[in-house]
């Protein structure tokens, strides 16, 4: 087991207290945290980082992506959300297969690794593609499918729902694959998406093989009242009446969800994820994010896919959640740097019950390493402050994900990325918007 120590740093911890820990020394055995303090510890160590009087700090828990949908950036922009989901993603996602995914999802770990990202939660098709890819770069994943179901009720059957089929075979391969680097979530894609039948085996799949669960709720306006106008509930009540919450579960957007919905969520257990620059793009509204807060539901931060966002810059998902919510509550204190950098750590780590998010002994070595020696992040008055207004995923110089450094100094050592985006030119990119001509057409 190699024992590393990380010296010379300035340690955000993540604690409860915020604690920021001057001429720390962090020490990692394995893919685990050993010891935090001021005092150097006893060696040997295997390997001394000298962290440079930077930052160090919990990675950063991406809470709701699409990771293959990297390969879609930008595309079909200036449409609400279901004007681009049904006349331009879902037919051009309809052309997919595993190794265009692949490319997809490649592409989209290089940014995320790159921009401090150790964890994330990810809801797609071709799962197991995603899985593979996401246990080769080392990273932390939740993985589901998104289950949908068009058909009428009477006519579903376990047997022969194509996502029922979908969820078994992801959860049977990969649950637990890599020491718990990948866990398997259930998932419903939405309400307006799915129907009863998938529901309550959904629920009881999550409860037999105690998995957790991943759905979009109340994203828009329209989903949200029509939703109401089937059940007279909302979709967060009318999928709790099947038992939907009944597990570890994390609600994706939430922007239109009412007091009685955040009540509901508070009871259960679920969890937010924030989506700001998603949401904001698409026009689907801002989620009140602080009186949630107020009514005791957990809350994470997720870019959602970079279709919808077009980056997977986690610390600009932090800025805008603060700035939004300060903005539209005339409140500077609505939610507070601490508050924000927490969504992003420790609270997107309880959302997706994981042990990290935290620099304390017991905790999974997710670290990264910020470089405030940049003109940008100087002078810092307040290291909380520099890194929700000021910092970018830019300044990221290490990654360290499961007590292995994936990343340093622009360097990747899990991921080939001129593979990578040779693959992406040059196979998935075709695939999906025809030949060269095309996609030079496209780009100008």
């Given at each position: 087991m190699e024992r590393i120590l990380l010296y010379h740093c300035r340690a955000l911890l993540m604690d409860e207290a915020n604690t920021l820990l001057e001429g720390a020394y962090v020490v990692v055995e394995g893919e685990t945290i050993s010891s935090v303090g001021t005092q150097r510890p006893q060696g040997p160590f295997d390997r001394e980082i000298d962290c440079g009087n930077n930052v160090l700090m919990p990675g950063l828990v991406n809470a709701h992506t699409h990771i293959p949908m990297t390969l879609l950036r930008g595309y079909g922009g200036g449409c609400d959300l279901h004007t681009w989901l049904n006349q331009w993603i879902f037919p051009t996602e309809a052309k997919l297969d595993g190794r265009a995914v692949r490319a997809g999802t490649g592409l989209a770990l290089a940014e995320l690794i790159a921009g401090g990202v150790t964890t994330i939660a990810d809801m797609y098709m071709h799962t197991t593609d995603i899985a593979q890819t996401v246990l080769e770069a080392g990273i932390s994943a939740n993985l589901s499918c998104g289950g949908v179901y068009f058909g009428a009720p009477a006519d579903f059957g376990p047997a022969t729902?194509?996502?029922?089929d979908n969820q078994r075979r992801l959860t049977e391969e990969w649950h637990g694959a890599g020491n718990g680097q990948i866990l398997v979530d259930a998932s419903i894609h939405g309400e307006y998406t799915s129907n009863v039948?998938?529901?309550q085996w959904m629920a009881a799949y999550a409860q037999e093989k105690k998995l957790g669960?991943?759905?979009h709720v109340s994203e828009t306006q329209s989903e949200h009242e029509a939703c109401k106008e089937r059940w007279g509930k909302t979709p967060l009540q009318i999928l709790d009446r099947y038992g939907v919450w009944d597990t570890r579960a994390i609600a994706a957007h939430c922007v239109w969800t009412t007091e009685e919905d955040w009540a509901l969520m508070a009871e259960k257990g679920v969890s937010c994820i924030h989506?700001?620059?998603?949401?904001?793009?698409?026009g689907s509204g801002v989620a009140w994010i602080p009186a949630m807060k107020r009514a005791g539901v957990n809350i994470a931060l997720g870019t959602d896919g970079v279709s919808s966002n077009n980056n997977h810059d986690m610390f600009e998902e932090m800025k805008f959640a603060a700035i939004l919510h300060n903005g539209v509550t005339h409140d500077p204190l609505a939610l507070l740097p601490r508050?924000?950098?927490?969504?992003?750590?420790?609270?997107?780590?309880?959302?997706?019950?994981?042990?990290?998010?935290?620099i304390a002994p017991g905790y999974t070595a997710d670290l990264i390493l910020v470089d405030f020696d940049r003109p940008s992040l100087t002078p810092c008055h307040s290291v909380e402050d520099n890194l929700v207004y000021s910092a970018r995923g830019s300044d990221v110089v290490m990654n360290m994900a499961r007590g292995k450094i994936i990343y340093k100094d622009g360097t990747f050592f899990t991921l080939d990325l001129e593979r990578i985006k040779a693959e992406v030119e040059t196979y998935a990119l075709p695939l999906l918007f025809g030949d060269g001509a095309s996609l030079a057409d496209r780009r100008n």
């Open positions: 729902c194509k996502d029922c039948p998938l529901w669960m991943h759905v989506n700001p620059v998603s949401n904001l793009k698409l508050q924000v950098l927490a969504m992003a750590t420790r609270d997107g780590a309880r959302a997706l019950g994981r042990r990290t998010g935290q």
